[in-house]
């Protein structure tokens, strides 16, 4: 971790995260405060994804994915907490599944089995 002081001459460290996307090649990488909220570093996220001009196209509404900790076991994580607080650098993110909506006692937009977020992230994985 760097730290870098600010005007009043108090010490912010940093840290460098890398922010991989599924379905987009290579993860995206840029400084974060270490007590940045993870739906800070979500914005920033999809605004650099945007500005590199990357696919598939995201949009930039941060409360449609979901971000997960890559080197303590996919555990996703609260969008209040603060990125620093798990001592790690590395992260997935991904869009999350559409909530479907109960219409008569039936679920309208029933997911199909084998295409949530876990399979997709596996088929990557295995070509």
């Given at each position: 971790?760097?730290?870098?002081?600010?005007?009043?001459?108090?010490?912010?460290?940093?840290?460098?995260?890398?922010?991989?996307?599924?379905?987009?090649?290579?993860?995206?990488?840029?400084?974060?405060?270490?007590d940045d909220k993870?739906s800070s570093v979500?914005?920033?996220?999809?605004?650099?994804?945007?500005?590199?001009?990357?696919?598939?196209?995201?949009?930039?509404?941060?409360?449609?994915?979901?971000?997960?900790?890559?080197?303590?076991?996919?555990?996703?994580?609260?969008?209040?907490?603060?990125?620093?607080?798990?001592?790690?650098?590395?992260?997935?993110?991904?869009?999350?599944?559409?909530?479907?909506?109960?219409?008569?006692?039936?679920?309208?937009?029933?997911?199909?089995?084998?295409?949530?977020?876990?399979?997709?992230?596996?088929?990557?994985?295995?070509?």
């Amino acid at each position: 971790m760097k730290e870098i002081g600010n005007v009043k001459g108090v010490m912010n460290k940093k840290l460098l995260v890398s922010v991989s996307v599924l379905g987009s090649v290579g993860p995206i990488r840029f400084l974060v405060n270490k007590d940045d909220k993870v739906s800070s570093v979500i914005n920033t996220a999809l605004k650099a994804y945007a500005r590199q001009g990357r696919i598939p196209v995201l949009g930039l509404d941060a409360d449609s994915f979901a971000f997960y900790s890559i080197n303590a076991g996919f555990n996703t994580l609260n969008p209040q907490e603060k990125i620093g607080s798990m001592d790690v650098t590395n992260f997935l993110m991904c869009k999350k599944e559409p909530k479907s909506q109960k219409i008569e006692g039936r679920r309208e937009n029933k997911p199909r089995a084998g295409h949530g977020w876990k399979t997709r992230l596996l088929r990557s994985f295995l070509g």
